[in-house]
């Protein structure tokens, strides 16, 4: 047993530390099954086991990474053997919702379903959902600032963070379990924990906003001629749908043959024949007028050419197989090795860009695979890439996405977050003095360079 | 002329620099007559004016304090003779809106009210709606992390902002001009200056989002017979109208009379009689029906006994009138001096609170006027307080509003920030780790102390 081991042992417990091939035998991460390096992965209960444990590290030196549940696809968790993890798996208790002021108080190690349930079962809605949402953990939400199906609606996970308590790199444990909507006594310092990857502290416990748990959810699919009718049918949805659109999901040609075409199980609720379609949803406070709003809507996006087809989901099981349909991402895997993307830009510089990616891909690979759909409301677009079997491809592929995205002030990351696997693509989207304010958190809060090192920018 | 004032004639033109009676015949504030003590007024017309004005006090230690409308509540932009004001007065360019995008770009020193209206002309919406529209600039919205009446709906200024461009203390632009709801490539350095009182850098421009105009804008007036009931009747509304509740407004009987009573221009809608009252909005897709469900989710409210009276404002007249009675809050100023507060707390605590508040007055002072009002919705009350003629009692009053927030973790500052007037308060609602944790970001933005100093915290 290494020293280190057995100081951590003397902190949280023999039962805390894994080593050997309790480490091994964990997956990296989703869709990546290799093996974990590390040389131990500790697992406190407490905010202040985690507190001492970083003071154990700081003075050592030791580099250590927060792991939640693994479901990051930027490798920002990715660790080598002389890593030390440590994993909020063990705590995970929901400590209390509070119905009249809609706060739920949470451990960081919550996975994101169970605060969803937790919330419903209190009439109350905890608005974030992403696919992951059966192995994610709040904490993992914070530090990526998770977005999902419903940022139009209700924004991404730094809009419903109230508070959180974090450790710093050296111990000090940052209380600031805030749980009112508005405080601007001083610095609203928990935005340095929200999005940043564990790299300014770790997250234990947070209160999060909750919402009214929504009476109606109705749910269209859309089909158009064109994309540029796109950004007309969300306007025109968000405007007649007043507050309650929820979701606007825009696949391609390409992504809905192959997630309503055996082996999919989905079949095509529309034809198969237009080059766009739009999933949309409304979240609302009356069952029977809301789908006669959304039916209204839509009769009127027809009406005025912007659709072309629509169909609205007549009731749960439909509803259910439509978000089915746009939730089966895996089938991308059909072809492997497959590159995914999440890059956000304006709306309007959309159609060209993707005209470009498409262009790029065909110079470069000639023959490719490219699925195209995405969160467009939120200017969030996800590619899924195949150039081949060689896994070699990658950086390229990597340049025929982010390239068009230098001119037009695009992120090479909307959603996903950094990691490593972003890392040298930074640039695209970030300038040198934003780097640099960046650097300047980094020193200041973490000067030794102990939590998850090396991602996001070079040290 | 000093040296200062000649160097500054350099960068910016001899008409950009003010001073002597130029300085001293402005107001330091809204409600404060008193003229203005500083060195003198830079009025840079671009970022990189104010870099090179930055850059110079930064190489000679000068301190250098933004102003914005001066409509602050908390003496956040208070100077001494030897300040420079650098006020944004003459960056009041809007740059661009983006109908698609549904994006502004702007300069720090346009008026809340002109993005408004140019919005509006776009057919959308710039949610943020503050009493000082016509004065008060989104330069000091940044900085000050304004709120209003339309929080419950569409949050605060920080979930507006989409990117900013600031200057460091020592000249460094750092342009983050990002036009996306969406974009986690790296740490959001753009928080750093939004709600920090202008401490951490000043922001010269931004990129705000804009939302579709709504169709319909409904506004009900509601009595009840206990503070109880409100926060059901919230739970009620907000859950019946979906995603359309936009305004959640709550005055207390004292400031009902105060505002519907000569000289108050207004007249009561609903008898004086009932305790409490609140005003609600609702903004959505369709005139008519968003009228019928206002009033089928208040009627329901008088059934299930939550409200005991409701009226809906039948035209745009009526609704006006319904605000100017809200928004009548200089009626305050019969009583001299009178004392205005802003807090948070939640919203189960409320009742008991402002009882508190109440009797601690009565102890402390026995006679004395008491005036309670707030955003609800989002935890925030704001009193109003006169306890006799002697300005000396300031202190004490402020003793009696803010130490029952402490045991109930309140916050002195819902939206109105710190400043210097909440300074010494500041320890009510942040614990030492949280203000040693602001005081780390001051100090590795501004090592020199020369922005806004003195503000929020003690250097």
Same mark, same amino acid.
């Given at each position: ?25 964990? !997956? ?72 009249? +002021? ?42 990526? +600032? ?19 308590? !974090? ?23 928990? $935005? ?42 969300? *306007? /025109? ?27 999919? *199980? ?20 009356? $069952? ?12 009127? !996006? ?31 895997? $059909? ?10 830009? $304006? ?12 262009? +790029? ?13 995405? /969160? ?75 939590? +998850? ?7």
């Amino acid at each position: 047993m290494s020293q280190l081991v057995a100081d951590l042992v003397d902190i949280a417990g023999s039962d805390a530390v894994l080593t050997g091939e309790d480490v091994s035998s964990r !997956a990296v991460g989703i869709w990546r099954p290799q093996g974990i390096q590390a040389h131990a992965i500790v697992r406190p209960r407490t905010t202040e086991e985690v507190s001492a444990i970083l003071k154990l590290c700081h003075d050592r030196s030791q580099t250590v990474i927060a792991h939640g549940g693994r479901t990051g696809l930027v490798e920002g968790a990715d660790t080598v053997q002389s890593d030390l993890i440590l994993s909020l798996e063990r705590m995970n208790q929901i400590e209390s919702v509070d119905d009249v +002021n809609r706060t739920m108080t949470l451990q960081a190690g919550v996975l994101l379903q169970a605060a969803q349930e937790e919330a419903e079962r209190h009439g109350l809605l905890y608005p974030l959902d992403i696919g992951a949402r059966g192995s994610c953990t709040i904490g993992g939400n914070i530090a990526t +600032n998770a977005g999902g199906n419903r940022v139009i609606r209700y924004g991404m996970t730094r809009d419903m963070v109230l508070g959180t308590e !974090a450790v710093l790199a050296d111990g000090t444990i940052v209380s600031s379990m805030n749980e009112m909507i508005k405080n601007n006594a001083g610095y609203d310092i928990k $935005q340095l924990f929200i999005g940043t990857e564990g790299c300014l502290g770790i997250v234990t416990r947070a209160v999060v906003r909750l919402r009214e748990l929504p009476r109606s959810q109705e749910t269209a699919l859309v089909a158009a001629d064109s994309f540029e009718k796109m950004p007309l049918i969300l *306007k /025109h949805m968000d405007a007649y749908l007043g507050g309650t659109l929820s979701a606007f999901e825009v696949m391609w040609n390409d992504f809905y043959r192959l997630v309503t075409t055996p082996p999919a *199980k989905q079949r095509p609720p529309l034809e198969q024949s237009y080059p766009i379609y739009v999933l949309i949803e409304a979240m609302g406070g009356d $069952q029977e007028n809301d789908k006669v709003r959304l039916e209204d809507a839509l009769a009127e !996006a027809l009406d005025k050419g912007l659709a072309k087809d629509a169909t609205v989901a007549q009731n749960g099981d439909q509803r259910r197989q439509f978000w089915a349909m746009r939730d089966d991402v895996e089938q991308i895997f $059909q072809y492997d090795p497959m590159f995914i993307y999440d890059v956000s830009l $304006q709306v309007p510089y959309m159609e060209r860009y993707v005209g470009e990616v498409r262009d +790029n891909l065909k110079r470069r690979f000639g023959h490719h695979q490219l699925f195209t759909f995405g /969160h467009m409301g939120d200017g969030n677009l996800h590619f899924a890439i195949s150039a081949g079997k060689d896994e070699s491809a990658h950086h390229d592929v990597n340049l025929c996405v982010y390239e068009p995205l230098r001119p037009i002030g695009g992120s090479v990351s909307a959603e996903h977050g950094v990691g490593l696997e972003k890392k040298p693509y930074l640039d695209v989207s970030r300038n040198d003095t934003e780097v640099k304010l960046m650097r300047t958190l980094k020193s200041a809060l973490d000067p030794k360079g102990i939590l +998850n090192p090396g991602k996001v920018f070079a040290a």
